[in-house]
């Protein structure tokens, strides 16, 4: 006879590893208003990797400046468009994915538009965005989940993985599309959008102040009593 199993022991892990993060940081919650158009989000997330998130965001705002429409930033030469993206890092590499990725929703959309997503199921939405240029896991997860779709979905950046890699929550070497598949389904039931948003600016945040990638500082870190890589250090 099969026993029925138990609720797994990391939703009640994320729980409390959350309970203590707001403890120690204080809320990082952001306002609905703050919450924006779907495609500057998946803007936002493509010309973003490697640049700093202030960085993506202003880059975003002034393309759309630049050029009045999504539309208009498509039709744009890549050289033209590496030229609005200087302060990124690869301008011509973002370039190109962008024009690439807008683009392919021109084709498949007829515009620049993705509204259609707020009628399907969260995975199914995400699995479209994925088959664009430029996009995956941690882009798809933001624009469902920040964006004004407020969709229940993890967003997994480099600094949120080595946290949840180190502190043994996914396997070490799990890629983010492992990582989330690994964490969504035990995430709190009660956790809303907005939570599981909070959730992954605090895990971030212990990536870029404690868990850095060629250096932890486990003594001060708030995740040190429930971490295996700390755990393991402190064996010697
Ligand atoms: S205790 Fe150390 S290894 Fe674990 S998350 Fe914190 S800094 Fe990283």
Known sequence: MQLPLGPDPRTQRLASLHATLIAHFGRIVRPD???RDPVWTLVQGVIGARTKTAISNA????????????????????EELAE??????FPALMAERLKACLMQIIE???QVDLRH?????????MEWLETLPGVARKISAQVVNTSMFNRRAL???????????????????????????????????EWSAGDIDEHHLLVKRVGQVYCRPSMQKCDACPMRNDC?????????
Do not use: F
């Open 84 to 89: 609005h993206l200087q302060t990124a890092t």
């Open 33 to 35: 208003d703050k919450r």
């Open 155 to 189: 967003v997994i950046d480099t600094n949120h993985r080595r946290v949840i890699q180190r502190m043994g929550l996914v396997p070490p070497k799990a890629d983010t599309t492992r990582a989330y598949n690994a964490l969504m389904p035990v995430l709190p039931e």
């Open 228 to 236: 295996q890589y700390a755990a393991r250090a402190a064996r010697g």
């Open 59 to 78: 880059n975003t705002d002034r393309l759309l400046e630049a050029y009045g429409t999504w539309e208009g930033v498509a039709a744009a030469p890549e």
């Open 117 to 125: 997503l707020s009628n399907l199921p969260t995975e199914e939405g």
């Open 108 to 110: 498949e959309r007829g």
